[in-house]
């Protein structure tokens, strides 16, 4: 039985770096692929890295350049790290499998992801 658990969240303040984690239990991530998502207060939730199971990756827009998704099979683990954080990163950020990392970050859930609890990220000073 799958399950993710993320962590790393917390408060940050503006230009800071955050990294979070992701782990799966219950499954190999070797033939994967994964993803973080997050949602804000009052907004959908939208795709934010994608890593395939070459290690291909894919970030939406206002994250790239900033953001980094890796991943540690033998640890069936995958990574975000956040560096320079802005107001507009505040989010609760979600682990997910069962994606697709190619097109529009839309449509990197179109298969019914398995999802984490999340994680909350406050980008505060």
């Known amino acids: 039985h799958l399950q993710l658990a993320e962590s790393g969240g917390g408060l940050v303040e503006p230009g800071g770096s955050m990294r979070l984690s992701c782990v799966a239990n219950?499954?190999?991530?070797?033939?994967?692929?994964m993803a973080w998502f997050r949602q804000a207060p009052g907004k959908e939730r939208e795709g934010v890295s994608c890593?395939?199971?070459?290690?291909?990756?894919s970030h939406t827009d206002s994250v790239k350049g900033r953001f980094t998704i890796s991943r540690d099979n033998g640890k069936s683990t995958v990574y975000l790290q956040m560096n320079s954080l802005n107001f507009e990163d505040t989010a609760t950020y979600y682990c997910?499998?069962?994606?697709?990392?190619?097109?529009?970050?839309?449509?990197?859930?179109?298969?019914?992801?398995?999802w984490g609890q999340g994680t909350w990220v406050t980008v505060s000073s």
């Open positions: 890593i395939n199971m070459l290690g291909t990756t």
């Open positions: 219950g499954v190999s991530l070797d033939h994967l692929s």
């Open positions: 997910a499998t069962n994606v697709e990392c190619f097109g529009s970050p839309d449509a990197w859930g179109s298969r019914e992801p398995s």
